[in-house]
């Protein structure tokens, strides 16, 4: 008995749209679940971030900006006096 592509092609699209059918009611009896594991804990309230000075943040900026704006200078192939650093922030 022949296969014809028609069929094969046919069945792995009706597969696929009923696996992901059947996915989508998963997620959303998880979610359903997930929110009624919540409305029986007290929320606690979120403390403020800490923000510390700017002046602090940065030691020697000058220096590092330079060294930053010298390095991607480099790695663009163009001259450090065409890079213009608009900010500048420490991240983590």
Request: aromatic fraction near 4%.
């Amino acid at each position: 008995m022949e296969v014809s592509n028609l069929f094969v092609c046919l069945m792995g699209m009706g597969v696929t749209f009923i696996g992901l059918i059947a996915l989508i009611f998963m997620i959303m009896i998880m979610g359903a679940i997930c929110r009624k594991g919540e409305n029986g804990q007290a929320k606690q309230p979120e403390a403020p971030a800490v923000i510390p000075p700017a002046a602090d943040a940065i030691p020697n900026r000058g220096e590092l900006i330079a060294a930053v704006s010298a390095a991607l200078a480099e790695e663009l192939g163009t001259d450090v006096a065409a890079i213009r650093i608009l900010s500048f922030k420490k991240v983590g």
